[in-house]
C-alpha cells in the first residue's frame, strides 16, 4: 500500500507535459474578460496601472523631446528601436542548446539585418544626403557613386550572408537552420515595412508622423482608461481584456483628438515643413494651402452669450479625421495580431524592455499598420500628383553629373535667349 501511494503521487510523464502546458498558459480565471465586475474593483490592478502610467509618462516626455531635436533625431529614434524589435523577435524562436552547437550564428540574423538597414535607407535618404553634400564638388562626387552602386553593393552583402548560412549548415540541424533563415527573413519584412514607410513619413513633414503616432498613443491609453473603468463586455477572443466599452471609448476620444491635434501641430512650420536634405537647421517654408487656417463664422449658429463667434479651421483637420478614424478602428488590428501570435507561441508578451508595458514589439504593434496607412494616404489624396520644379531639380542632382549639369545650365541659358530675341 505504501508502495502503491508513493508511485501515485509522483507524476507520469504524461502528467508532466500536460503540466508543462498548463503553466506557459494564461489561466482561465485570469485570461476571462470581466464580464460580471470592473478591473476597477480589482485592487490587485491599481499597481500595475501606477507602473504604467509612470513609464507612459517618461516614454510620452523622451519623445517630445526627440521631436524637438528634429527629423535625424527622430530617425535615429526609429533605428533604436528597429533594433530592439529585432532582438526581442530575434530571441522569440532561438533555442539556446542549438545555438551552443552553431557558434557565430546568431551573428548572421543581424547581417541580414544591417544589410536591409543599408538598402531601405540608402534608397529613401540618397537623394537628401545628395542636398547636403552638393556645395562640396569631391563628397558630391563620392556620394553619387556611392548611390550609383547602392543596390550592387547591399545585393552582394546580402550574397555573402547567404553563402555564410550555406556554409554553416551542420548535420541534424538543417531543419532548425531553415527555420531561423526563414524567421530572419519574415522579421525583415515586419520590421522594415513599417521603418521604411515611417520615415518617409518624416521627412515629408514631421506633421505626418507625429500626428498618427500621436494617435495610436492616444488610443491605447483611453482604450486601458475607459476598459480599466467601464469594461465589462469582452470585445475580441485574442485579446480576453479589451471591452467594447474600452474600443467604443477610445474610438471617439481618437477621433475627437485627431481633429484637434492636427490643428494645433499645422500652425508649427516645425512640423509641417519637409525636410529637403540631411542638416539640423530650423525650417522655413509655405505652409500651403492645407495649413493655411479658414474662418467659419458662428453667429448664426450659437447663443449671443456664446464667447467664439468665429472659428478657423485647418483644411488638413478633415484628413486629420479620416487618419484618426482608420486609428481608432481598423489600427487595433495590429494588436489583436500580436495577441494571436503571443498566445501561439504562448508569451505574455515580446519583451520587458518598458516596464508594465512589455517590450518595444508591444508598443510598436499598432504603429506598424498606422505608418503604412500614413505614408499612403498623404500620397494618395494629400500630395499634389503635378510635377513640381522641385521634383525636376531633385531628379537632375540625383542622376546627372555635375559636368553634366553645368552643360544643362548652359542649354537652358541658350534656349531662354533664344526664345527672348523671338519674343523682341
Not at 71 to 88: G, K, T
Not at 325 to 332: E, H, N, V, W
Not at 378 to 395: P, T
Request: proline share 4%; glycine share 6%.
Amino acid at each position: 500500500m505504501q508502495k502503491d501511494s508513493t508511485t501515485s503521487a509522483l507524476p507520469t510523464p504524461a502528467a508532466r507535459v500536460r503540466q508543462r502546458k498548463r503553466s506557459n498558459e494564461v489561466p482561465p480565471e485570469a485570461g476571462k474578460a470581466n464580464g460580471n465586475h470592473l478591473l476597477v474593483d480589482d485592487r490587485n490592478k491599481y499597481r500595475s496601472m501606477w507602473i504604467r502610467a509612470h513609464s507612459t509618462v517618461w516614454m510620452i516626455g523622451g519623445f517630445a523631446l526627440i521631436i524637438y531635436m528634429g527629423h535625424l533625431y527622430i530617425w535615429a529614434m526609429v533605428v533604436v528601436i528597429q533594433i530592439f524589435m529585432a532582438r526581442e523577435l530575434f530571441c522569440l524562436l532561438r533555442k539556446a542548446h542549438e545555438d551552443s552547437h552553431l557558434p557565430g550564428f546568431r551573428l548572421l540574423n543581424w547581417h541580414f539585418f544591417f544589410t536591409a538597414m543599408l538598402f531601405v535607407y540608402g534608397r529613401i535618404l540618397s537623394q537628401r544626403l545628395v542636398n547636403t553634400v552638393t556645395p562640396d564638388k569631391f563628397l558630391y562626387q563620392l556620394v553619387g557613386n556611392l548611390i550609383k552602386y547602392h543596390m550592387v553593393t547591399c545585393y552582394f552583402l546580402y550574397i555573402a550572408g547567404f553563402m555564410w548560412f550555406i556554409l554553416s549548415l551542420k548535420k541534424k540541424m538543417y531543419k532548425y537552420q531553415f527555420g531561423q533563415y526563414a524567421w530572419t527573413h519574415m522579421i525583415l519584412i515586419v520590421v522594415f515595412t513599417q521603418s521604411a514607410f515611417t520615415v518617409a513619413n518624416i521627412f515629408e513633414g514631421i506633421f505626418w508622423f507625429l500626428l498618427p503616432a500621436s494617435l495610436i498613443v492616444i488610443n491605447d491609453i483611453a482604450a486601458y482608461i475607459f476598459g480599466f473603468f467601464f469594461g465589462r463586455t469582452p470585445l475580441i477572443k485574442l485579446s480576453p481584456k479589451k471591452t467594447w466599452e474600452g474600443f467604443i471609448g477610445a474610438s471617439i476620444a481618437t477621433i475627437i483628438s485627431a481633429f484637434v491635434l492636427a490643428n494645433i501641430m499645422g500652425r508649427f512650420q516645425w512640423l509641417t515643413c519637409p525636410r529637403k536634405d540631411l542638416s539640423t537647421g530650423w525650417l522655413h517654408c509655405d505652409p500651403g494651402p492645407l495649413f493655411k487656417p479658414e474662418y467659419f463664422d458662428l453667429s448664426g449658429w450659437v447663443p449671443r452669450w456664446f464667447p467664439w463667434k468665429e472659428v478657423s479651421i485647418l483644411p488638413v483637420q478633415w484628413h486629420a479625421l479620416c487618419v484618426g478614424l482608420f486609428a481608432s478602428i481598423i489600427a487595433p488590428f495590429g494588436g489583436f495580431f500580436a495577441s494571436g501570435f503571443k498566445r501561439a507561441f504562448k508569451i505574455k508578451d515580446f519583451g520587458d524592455s518598458i516596464p508594465g508595458h512589455g517590450g518595444i514589439t508591444d508598443r510598436m504593434d499598432c504603429q506598424m499598420v498606422m505608418a503604412v496607412f500614413a505614408y499612403i494616404y498623404h500620397q494618395s489624396f494629400v500630395m499634389a500628383q503635378s510635377c513640381s520644379v522641385e521634383m525636376i531639380l531633385e531628379q537632375i542632382l540625383m542622376n546627372l553629373t555635375f559636368e553634366e549639369q553645368q552643360d544643362l545650365y548652359i542649354k537652358l541659358g541658350q534656349m531662354f535667349q533664344e526664345r527672348q530675341f523671338r519674343q523682341s
